[in-house]
C-alpha cells in the first residue's frame, strides 16, 4: 500500500492530450481529447482539415507554424473545451503557443527519439520558463506554470505514466481523426 | 539670381496656378497611383466537431460492486515457490517482456454513428483498462484473448468461435464484467448445456468473484421465482429448461441486456422446439459461443445466426455470401494460429487386428447384414444401413459372445504404461456399456464412469475425485457428457476406444485434455479396427477433417463435417442385379451429423 504524501489530498486530475494531425490531400487537422486519470475519454474536438494559406505563410514566415497550430487550430480547440483539464499534454511543439489561451500548464512530451524536435534546442523556451522534469525515463517539458506548481504537476504526470505512456492518447486522437475523416467524406 | 523686390508676385502666383493645375493635369493623365492588394491574415474560422462522454473519471469503482475475494494482479505476483510456472503464467511473462501490447476496441461494422463509433476509438487500450486497479485477474489474459475481448465488447451479434481450448468461457466472463461494471448492461442470461452449469459457475467465481451468478434451477415453483427474480446479475440456465419453461423465459416483460448461448451448435436446427424458444428471448445484445459453428453445413450457421444475427445468413447462399456476411458477425482462431506455446497434441492411430473371435462374429455379422440390405431393395433406407453400421462397430469393440477385445488388451497394456509413469487418462466411448464392460477390465486403475447414466449433481464430484486421488488413474467418459466444457488438462492420455460419427465431437472430447493449462504434450490413442467398417469411417473422417480445416480461413469452401447419405450408403457396395440400389430420400438419423452424442 502505497504511503500518503504531499498530494494525496489532490483531487484526480484530468488531462487534456492536443495535437494536430496531417491528413494527406486535406490539409491539417487538430484533435484534443480530455480523458480522466485513468485514461477514459470525457471530451474529444475535433477541427475540420485546415489547408494551409500561402499569403499568411509568407507574412508569418518562421511563426507560421506556431500561428496556425497554437492560434488557430489550438485555439478552435481549447475554445469548444467544457472542462479545464488539469493538464494539458502535447507532442506538438509548434502548438505550444496555445499556452497563452488556456489556464492550465502544458506539457510537451516528446517521442523519445524525437529529441531533434525539442524547442529551441532544449534551451528555455522564448524567455517564459520551459522547465523540465523526468517521468518514468522521459523527460517532459512544462510551460504556463510556476515553480510552486511544478511538483504537483510533476505528481499527476507520473500518475498518469504509471497507467498509459503519454503518447498513447496522441494514437487514440489520430484514429479518430481518421476514422473521423473517412466517416464525413463518405456522409 | 533673383531679388525679392525684383519678383512681379502678380505674375508668379498666375503662373505657380498654371503649374499646379499643370500638374494636376500630369498626375492625372501619366501617374496613377499602384493597385493595393490586401491579405486578410489569420481570419479563417476554423470549424470544431465535439464530442462529450459519460461516466466515471476517477477510477474508482463507483459503489456498484462489492468486491469479494481479491485476486492479486499478476503483474505483481512473484514466483518465489520454485515450482512450475503454469504456461499461463509463462506466457504472461512473455508478454510483459514483449513491446507493450495495445488491443484497442474496434466499433463493429454495423456501428454507423460517428459518436458511436469514436466512443470505441477513444477507450484506452484493454490492457490497461483490465490491468487498471478496477479489474484483477488470477492470470494476465492471452494476447490473443484481449483481441477476443474487443472483439465481444461492441458488439450487439457475436458469434465466437475459437477452437475449444482458448478460452471462449473466460473471453466471455470478462467481457460481461466490463460491460457490467461500465453500466452498459445489467442483467445477463447465459444458457448451457445441463452438465456446464457448475463449471461456468466455477469459471465466474475465479474470473469474476464480485458478480452475483444464480442457477435457474429445482422444481417448476422454484425455476418460476428464479427467472423471475432480479437479485443476480447473471443467470445460468441449461438448455433442457427453456421449454418447460417457455413462457418465463420469453416473457416480453423481461428484457435481457444480453444473451449469452455457450455451445450454441446446440441451436443449429433453427426450427427445433429450443431454438424457436432462444429466438423469442426479449434481449438487447446476442451472444453464441461455439467451438463448431459449422458441423455439418452452412445450415448449421444459419441456424445460429437466427439467434445471434437475425438473417445474416440464410439458406441458399453461397459459400462466398457466407463468408462476405459473417466477417464482422464471427471470430475464430485456432490453437495452431494463437497458441504457438501450447504442448504438442500427439496423434496415434492403433489399428488393431480384430480378435479370431471378434473376426468370425463380425465377417458373419457383415455378410448377413448386407445380404439382407440388398434382399430390401427400394425398401431400404439409411435407417437399416445404420443399424448394421452400429452393429459392426460393437463387435469391433468386443466379442458379443465371448467379450474378448483386442482394443480391451491394447487398453490394459497402455494403461500399464500411463499408470506406471504417474499419468491419467481418459478413455471415450459412444456406448455407456462399452464403458461399463471397459471398467470392469480396469480394476487396478480404479476407474471412474462419467456419462449420461450418472445424475448431474454427482458428476463434478467424479471429476474431483478423479483431479485428486493418485489412485484414480482412468475415467471413463461417454462422447456426449465428456465433450464439451469440462477441464482435464491434467490429463496427458486420451483414449478413443470407438470413433465417433462427428470429426468435431471427437475434437472436442480431445481437447478436455489439451487445452491451456495442459501439463505437457498430450498423446490420443485412436483405435481403429484394421480392414473393417472403423477403418472405411476413419478414412471419410479424415478427409472430412482436412475440408474443415479450411471451412473458415480465406479462400476455403464451407462444406460438410458430418457423414453425408451417400457416404454412409458408401460404407457398403449395395447393389442388385439391376445396378446400384438408390436409397429412399430420408432424415439422416440425428447421431450421424450431430454432436447429441449420448
Avoid at chain 2, 494476465?140 to 468461435?161: T, V
Amino acid at each position: 500500500m502505497s504511503q500518503p504524501n504531499q498530494f494525496s489530498h489532490l483531487p484526480p486530475a484530468t488531462f487534456g492530450f492536443i495535437t494536430v494531425v496531417e491528413v494527406p490531400s486535406l490539409g491539417h487537422c487538430g484533435g484534443l481529447l480530455i480523458v480522466s486519470n485513468i485514461g477514459r475519454p470525457i471530451e474529444f474536438h475535433f477541427t475540420t482539415p485546415v489547408s494551409s494559406n500561402r499569403a499568411e505563410e509568407i507574412m508569418y514566415g518562421k511563426t507560421y507554424p506556431g500561428f496556425l497550430y497554437g492560434d488557430k487550430i489550438g485555439a478552435a480547440l481549447v475554445d469548444k473545451a467544457k472542462q479545464l483539464p488539469t493538464v494539458l499534454v502535447t507532442d506538438c511543439p509548434d502548438i505550444l503557443p496555445v499556452c497563452e489561451l488556456i489556464d492550465a500548464p502544458l506539457l510537451l512530451a516528446l517521442e523519445p527519439e524525437g529529441s531533434a524536435d525539442k524547442p529551441n534546442n532544449g534551451q528555455p523556451f522564448d524567455g517564459r520558463g520551459l522547465k523540465h522534469f523526468e517521468v518514468h525515463g522521459e523527460t517532459v517539458y512544462c510551460l504556463n506554470a510556476s515553480a510552486d506548481e511544478l511538483d504537483a504537476i510533476e505528481h499527476h504526470a507520473s500518475q498518469f505514466r504509471k497507467q498509459l505512456p503519454f503518447e498513447e492518447p496522441f494514437e487514440r486522437i489520430r484514429q479518430a481523426i481518421f476514422e473521423a475523416n473517412q466517416v464525413l467524406r463518405s456522409a | 539670381m533673383y531679388h525679392p523686390n525684383q519678383i512681379d508676385w502678380n505674375q508668379a502666383i498666375a503662373d505657380a496656378q498654371s503649374t499646379v493645375e499643370l500638374e494636376q493635369s500630369w498626375r492625372s493623365e501619366l501617374v496613377e497611383l499602384p493597385p493595393v492588394v490586401s491579405a486578410k491574415l489569420g481570419s479563417r474560422r476554423i470549424k470544431t466537431t465535439s464530442f462529450f462522454f459519460s461516466g466515471d473519471t476517477d477510477g474508482s469503482d463507483g459503489g456498484q460492486f462489492q468486491t469479494g475475494s481479491v485476486f492479486e494482479p499478476y503483474t505483481n505476483s512473484t514466483d518465489d515457490s520454485g515450482g512450475a510456472a503454469s504456461p499461463n503464467q509463462q506466457l504472461a511473462k512473455q508478454n510483459q517482456q514483449a513491446s507493450q501490447q495495445r488491443t484497442r476496441i474496434a466499433p463493429p461494422q454495423d456501428v454507423i454513428k460517428l459518436e458511436d463509433r469514436l466512443f470505441y476509438l477513444l477507450q484506452p487500450p484493454l490492457e490497461n483498462l483490465l490491468g487498471g486497479k478496477t479489474l484483477e485477474f488470477p492470470f494476465e489474459p492471452f494476447n490473443f484473448q484481449y483481441a477476443g475481448i474487443a472483439f465481444l465488447f461492441p458488439r450487439q451479434s457475436a458469434i465466437l468461435a475459437d477452437e475449444m481450448g482458448l478460452g471462449k468461457t473466460m473471453q466471455a466472463i470478462t467481457t460481461v464484467r466490463m460491460l457490467l461494471r461500465s453500466g452498459y448492461i445489467n442483467n445477463v442470461l447465459l444458457i448451457c448445456p445441463k452438465p456446464l452449469v457448475t463449471n461456468w459457475q466455477r469459471e465466474f467465481k475465479t474470473w469474476a468473484p464480485e458478480i452475483t451468478v444464480a442457477a435457474v434451477q429445482g422444481n417448476q415453483h422454484q425455476r418460476a421465482w428464479h427467472w423471475k427474480a432480479n437479485r443476480a446479475m447473471v443467470k445460468l440456465a441449461n438448455y433442457e429448461l427453456l421449454t418447460r419453461d417457455e413462457a418465463l423465459v420469453t416473457d416480453p416483460e423481461h428484457q435481457y441486456d444480453l444473451v449469452i448461448l455457450d455451445e450454441a451448435q446446440r441451436i443449429k436446427n433453427k426450427g427445433n422446439a429450443t431454438s424457436l424458444v432462444v429466438q423469442q428471448i426479449p434481449r438487447k445484445r446476442s451472444w453464441a459461443l461455439t467451438g463448431t459453428p459449422i458441423e455439418n453445413g452452412i445450415e448449421d450457421l444459419v441456424g445460429i445466426c437466427e439467434f445471434a444475427a437475425k438473417g445474416a445468413v440464410t439458406s441458399g447462399m453461397t459459400p462466398r455470401e457466407v463468408r462476405v456476411a459473417v466477417k464482422d458477425l464471427i471470430l475464430r482462431r485456432t490453437k495452431d494460429l494463437v497458441m504457438t506455446d501450447l504442448p504438442p497434441r500427439l496423434m496415434r492411430d492403433a489399428e488393431l487386428a480384430l480378435s479370431p473371435d471378434q473376426q468370425i462374429t463380425y465377417d458373419v455379422a457383415e455378410k448377413d447384414g448386407v445380404m439382407r440390405l440388398d434382399d430390401m431393395g427400394d425398401e431400404l433406407t439409411i435407417k437399416h444401413v445404420f443399424e448394421l453400421v452400429l452393429r459392426l462397430k460393437q463387435v469391433c469393440n468386443f466379442d458379443p459372445v465371448t467379450g474378448t477385445s483386442s482394443k480391451i488388451d491394447r487398453l490394459k497394456a497402455d494403461m500399464e504404461e500411463v499408470a506406471a509413469s504417474g499419468e491419467k487418462a481418459i478413455v471415450f466411448s459412444q456406448w455407456v456399456g462399452a464403458l461399463e464392460v471397459i471398467g470392469k477390465q480396469l480394476p487396478q486403475h480404479k476407474p471412474l464412469e462419467y456419462h449420461g447414466r450418472i445424475p448431474s449433481r454427482q458428476r463434478d464430484p467424479i471429476l474431483e475425485e478423479f483431479k485428486n486421488n493418485p489412485n484414480r488413474k482412468v475415467l471413463l467418459m461417454s462422447y456426449g457428457a465428456g465433450a464439451v466444457g469440462l477441464n482435464l488438462q491434467f490429463c496427458r492420455y486420451v483414449f478413443l476406444f470407438d470413433r465417433w460419427w462427428n470429426p468435431a465431437v471427437e475434437d472436442q472430447a480431445i481437447n478436455r485434455a489439451h487445452r491451456i493449462g495442459a501439463a505437457g504434450s498430450v498423446t490420443i490413442t485412436r483405435m481403429i479396427m484394421a480392414g473393417t467398417i472403423e477403418q472405411r469411417i476413419h478414412e471419410i473422417l479424415e478427409a472430412k477433417r482436412e475440408l474443415f480445416k479450411e471451412i473458415l480461413s480465406d479462400g476455403a469452401q464451407p462444406g460438410r463435417r458430418g457423414l453425408s447419405r451417400d457416404e454412409i450408403f458408401g460404407l457398403f457396395n449395395l447393389t442388385t442385379p439391376t445396378g446400384k440400389i438408390v436409397p429412399k430420400a430420408e432424415n439422416v438419423p440425428p447421431e450421424f451429423g450431430s454432436s447429441n452424442a449420448a
